[in-house]
């Protein structure tokens, strides 16, 4: 077996799983609690973010088999619609998409370890961790596969440990269980579809698995056992962590921070032990990064090689080294320079503060990142139709393609109404309210990555 086909089913679904267990699952819940404070609520946007994320994973599946290339979105969208769109979803993909996230969970991780050893600097531990991630890529893809492996695994068990722990430890949560009929109203207002905004972004990565597909074992079938069966799985443990969060601290002191696994493990076990907890979650939090440096350097190795402006990223070999190091480059620039990354997070002058949420630099960036990726995702699976009328898919695959391209919509239209207020009474539209909304600031990235492509396509031939 050559050595471009030795990874499985087994680190593909973990690499799935590792994508998605990030930053989101460990913040979303603190935005969360300025809008609801009923379990029922905040439980079904995590139930409803998992279906909108498995009906994603299907089309991408049914996609994936017909079109079995490396490159993700930009491979699908060059093929299925326009080369322009391609390279729009590659560079956002290599950039927003991987290296932002790439630092943001590195400083996470280096948060929770600050947590537990103050002597070492939260910056200088994300770039020791980015570097080891890369590292460990850059040896061999069954290298790589087994670190992932490792690194997935180690994260599952420290949070079947806290989850374990939160049923048999008395907690300290005051949150209401009890349903109640406003509860169920809720999830038919337009906070909701803004709330889920957050769980869109806890849930990215779910199509991780697409971006190596030509290094797994049996690409059909693994790509389609890693994206369903690694979303499914999540789905379980976003539900059953958030219930536990709920049940180990109580609201106002999940509302304080952003680092609420941290407040939940501290209420849990007490400071004594919490302080060891941050070491572990920083260690369950590597994974994360391998991850997110394991996927984003297929997308620039396949762009390379198809647009002769790009080739220095052509190289064949496995792993890609090159895209690798730009990767991992720019997620330590990222690192040390976020507050550059900030510029997106100015208040819209005459935008409506969204009482729902903490307004900081994470949620701005979050959402700049998130409309992105999800108008990408939204536009492999609207490709889904045009394999249909091709007939390489069948009329099947198009129901769950049509409710995530009909929820993806709902989300990206409601966080830009957020976003610069035009639901507002006495709303008057202003340049500067547009171009200080985040939303609208990643929808203005991804129209100027698709038409950088046409430059780039005319020097290149």
């Known amino acids: 077996m050559s050595e471009t086909r030795r990874a499985g089913s087994s680190a593909a679904t973990a690499l799935v799983v590792a994508n998605m267990i990030g930053t989101g699952v460990f913040v979303s819940l603190h935005f969360q609690l300025f809008t609801y404070s009923a379990a029922t609520p905040i439980l079904m946007l995590w139930i409803v973010g998992g279906l909108a994320a498995l009906c994603g994973a299907l089309s991408y599946a049914e996609v994936a088999k017909a079109m079995p290339r490396s490159g993700g979105e930009y491979r699908f969208l060059s093929e299925l619609f326009h080369p322009a769109l391609g390279f729009m979803a590659g560079l956002l993909s290599a950039v927003v998409g991987f290296a932002a996230p790439t630092a943001l969970v590195a400083l996470a991780l280096g948060i929770y370890l600050n947590r537990s ?29 087994r670190v992932q492996l490792v690194a997935t695994t180690l994260k599952l ?22 349903s109640q009929s406003e509860d169920w109203k809720a999830m038919f207002q337009p906070a909701f579809a803004a709330s889920l905004f957050w769980v869109f972004y806890a849930y990215t990565g779910w199509n991780a698995a697409v971006y190596g597909l030509e290094e797994w074992d049996q690409p059909k079938r693994d790509v389609k056992r890693a994206l369903v069966g690694g979303t499914v799985i999540v789905i379980a443990i976003y539900v059953a962590l958030n219930a536990a969060f709920l049940r180990a601290a109580s609201m106002e002191s999940l509302k304080e921070t952003e680092a609420i696994a941290d407040v939940a493990a501290g209420a849990l076990f007490g400071p004594g032990v919490a302080h060891w907890t941050s070491a572990l979650l920083a260690a369950g939090l590597f994974s994360s990064v391998s991850a997110l440096l394991w996927a984003g350097p297929r997308v620039l190795g396949s762009m390379g090689r198809d647009m002769p402006a790009l080739g220095w990223f052509a190289a064949q070999d496995r792993p890609p080294i090159r895209s690798l190091v730009l990767q991992a480059g720019l997620a330590v620039f990222f690192v040390f320079y976020g507050k550059i990354l900030a510029l997106f997070s100015k208040p819209a002058a005459g935008a409506v503060a969204d009482p729902s949420q903490s307004k900081g630099d994470l949620e701005k960036l979050m959402k700049y990142t998130t ?23 069948g009329a099947l695959s198009l129901l769950p393609a049509t409710l995530f391209l009909i929820m993806s919509a709902f989300v990206i239209y409601q966080s830009l109404a957020m976003d610069v207020g035009w639901q507002s009474p006495g709303w008057q539209p202003g340049l500067r309210v547009w171009l200080t909304a985040p939303t609208f600031s990643g929808l203005v990235t991804a129209l100027v990555c698709a038409l950088l492509w046409f430059p780039l396509n005319r020097k290149s031939r």
């Not at 910056?123 to 961790?129: G, L």
């Not at 990726?373 to 091709?390: D, H, Q």
């Open 117 to 145: 050893i103050p002597a070492i600097p939260v910056e200088a531990a994300a770039v020791a961790v980015i570097l080891l991630g890369a590292f460990s890529h850059a040896m061999s893809v069954r290298t790589s596969g």
């Open 157 to 178: 068990a420290l949070i079947a440990i806290f989850l374990i722990a939160s049923l048999f430890l008395p907690g300290h949560g005051d949150v209401r269980w009890a």
């Open 371 to 393: 409309v992105g990726l999800t108008l990408c995702s939204a536009l492999t699976v609207a490709g889904l139709f045009i394999l249909w009328r091709r007939g390489k898919v």
